[in-house]
């Protein structure tokens, strides 16, 4: 039920305490690398990060080539968190790649506000992504596969690998393809809203996706403590995490 993931590469053992605690407090899930050998095994073992929030001063590494390294292991938006004030580094940072900078020391309640803004055009461009591959997908009325189950976007429905109707509403076949065609990526509630009620205007508080979300749960056996096809990321939305088959 967290919000999103975000990783913190800082070789400041007390930052790290006060980040991990201020930013767990206001609903995400935090993980912690001291250097680039630890940041290397959170990547490896397949953890899903949503941010990283990085120190380009740590020991035994090479400065601004570190936004590089991490850059090639994982496609995920970076804050650069310096004690460095000079305007130059800062562009060339931004340059290279970062999506922020934050100047220490600062405020936990900027660096907040910064993730979220950050997170949020993150989860935009997801979106912008999200609809093309859908229409295409929909030209060419594919099958998805997943877990013991295949969307049928030709069909517009879901049918188990025997062949038989998981019966989903129209609603529901647009909400699970939009999450499906986004697998492992984060959709926002407004977006899904778009797709599913078009013409409507978005009400934060009509639970009505919340409601397709858990029929669409019980349908697909997604109800149980070892299952979690669909995930919810607590204040933005809802991620597809099963895997796609071919």
């Given at each position: 039920m967290?919000?999103?993931?975000?990783?913190?590469?800082?070789?400041?053992?007390?930052?790290?305490?006060?980040?991990?605690?201020?930013?767990?407090?206001?609903?995400?899930?935090?993980?912690?690398?001291?250097?680039?050998?630890?940041?290397?095994?959170?990547s490896?073992?397949?953890e899903s990060?949503d941010?990283?929030?990085?120190?380009l001063?740590?020991?035994?590494?090479?400065?601004?080539?570190?936004?590089?390294?991490?850059?090639?292991?994982?496609?995920?938006?970076?804050?650069?968190?310096?004690?460095?004030?000079?305007?130059?580094?800062?562009?060339?940072?931004l340059?290279?790649g970062a999506?922020?900078?934050?100047?220490?020391?600062?405020?936990?309640?900027?660096l907040?506000?910064?993730?979220?803004?950050?997170?949020?055009?993150a989860?935009?461009d997801?979106?912008?992504?999200?609809?093309?591959?859908m229409?295409?997908?929909k030209t060419?009325?594919?099958?998805?596969?997943?877990?013991?189950?295949?969307?049928?976007?030709g069909?517009?429905?879901l049918?188990?690998?025997?062949?038989?109707?998981?019966?989903?509403?129209?609603?529901e076949?647009?909400?699970?393809?939009?999450?499906?065609?986004?697998?492992?990526?984060?959709?926002?509630?407004?977006?899904?809203?778009?797709?599913?009620?078009?013409?409507?205007?978005?009400?934060?508080y009509?639970?009505?996706?919340?409601?397709?979300?858990?029929?669409?749960?019980?349908?697909?056996?997604d109800?149980?403590?070892?299952?979690?096809?669909?995930?919810?990321?607590?204040?933005?939305?809802?991620?597809?995490?099963?895997?796609i088959?071919n």
């Open positions: 967290n919000k999103a993931t975000i990783l913190s590469v800082d070789d400041d053992e007390g930052l790290q305490v006060v980040l991990k605690e201020y930013l767990e407090s206001d609903g995400y899930k935090v993980l912690r690398a001291h250097d680039l050998k630890e940041f290397e095994m959170w490896e073992q397949g990060i941010l990283v929030l990085l120190d001063m740590l020991k035994n590494t090479q400065g601004l080539s570190l936004i590089q390294t991490i850059r090639e292991k994982i496609k995920s938006p970076i804050i650069i968190v310096s004690g460095k004030t000079d305007t130059t580094e800062k562009i060339v940072c340059e290279m999506d922020d900078y934050i100047t220490k020391p600062f405020e936990m309640r900027e907040s506000a910064r993730v979220k803004a950050v997170l949020r055009r989860y935009a997801n979106d912008k992504t999200s609809t093309q591959t229409s295409e997908i060419s009325g594919e099958k998805i596969y997943f877990e013991n189950w295949y969307l049928d976007c069909q517009y429905q049918y188990d690998l025997d062949d038989h109707s998981a019966e989903l509403t129209t609603g076949f647009k909400l699970l393809e939009a999450l499906v065609l986004s697998a492992k990526k984060v959709v926002s509630r407004e977006r899904l809203f778009e797709i599913t009620r078009e013409g409507a205007n978005y009400d934060a009509d639970r009505a996706i919340d409601i397709q979300i858990a029929r669409i749960r019980k349908k697909i056996g109800n149980s403590k070892d299952s979690e096809i669909i995930k919810t990321v607590r204040g933005v939305g809802y991620m597809f995490c099963a895997s088959k």
